[in-house]
């Protein structure tokens, strides 16, 4: 149980355009979902909270025009990177609390951004 | 949540049990030990958790000392698949999302 599934896996994409990465929890209801984004040998930096049928809450330092967040369903959540650059290359992954009530993650596989 | 301190690396050799440690020194009284395991380019996976009791499951057993200022994560018979960075967090369970992710620790599982 407590299933998260992300897609792409992997995507390339060009400088200036917009990127969308989704994330469903396959086998039950999230309300709340996790983004993050993590560097080549660092750890993973929580960008933002998702919360279904409400706006996203941005981590500080995280543009939120850059990076949409909507939640509309309670089994999807979906990240646009915008106008995509360079710097925005990164391992993107998603997660959700599970359905047990004891505060466990369960994360998607991630999604390889690179922008050239 | 409260600050761990884990080894940066550690090996191991197939078949044998890994002891990871972890301390929290300034572990809370409504905090619970949280592992986490990152194999490499995949998303995190959870493994276990704990408040003060000792605890095993499928994957792997925690121990917690009495003070609770450290733990212990046992893979009993760890395999070349368990090689992966292991992340150990200490929050309180109805604050998932905030699950501070520190530098972990690289276990290297030989043959």
């Known amino acids: 149980g407590a299933v998260v599934s992300q897609h792409p896996s992997r995507v390339i994409c060009k400088s200036g355009t917009s990127v969308k990465i989704e994330c469903r929890s396959l086998d039950f209801q999230a309300t709340t979902m996790f983004w993050y984004r993590q560097f080549p040998k660092q750890s993973l930096m929580l960008m933002a909270t998702s919360n279904e049928g409400s706006k996203a809450t941005y981590e500080q330092g995280v543009e939120k025009d850059k990076f949409l967040i909507n939640h509309a369903s309670l089994t999807l959540s979906t990240l646009t990177v915008t106008s995509a650059h360079p710097e925005d290359s990164s391992f993107y992954i998603c997660s959700a609390s599970g359905d047990r009530g004891i505060g466990d993650l369960h994360f998607g596989n991630g999604t390889r951004l690179t922008v050239t | 949540d409260a600050k761990t301190t884990q080894p940066t690396s550690m090996d191991c050799a197939e078949g044998r049990a890994a002891n990871l440690p972890c301390n929290h020194s300034t572990i809370s009284g409504n905090e619970y030990v949280y592992w986490y395991r990152q194999i490499h380019s995949q998303g995190p996976q959870y493994i276990i958790h704990g408040l003060k009791n000792n605890e095993t499951n499928e994957m792997a057993s925690l121990i917690i000392t009495e003070d609770r200022k450290s733990s212990t994560l046992i893979l009993p018979h760890a395999t070349l698949r368990d090689t992966a960075v292991y992340y150990c967090?200490?929050?309180?369970?109805?604050?998932?999302?905030?699950?501070?992710f520190g530098d972990g620790t690289t276990l290297t599982v030989k043959p």
């Open positions: 967090i200490v929050r309180v369970n109805t604050n998932a999302g905030k699950s501070t």
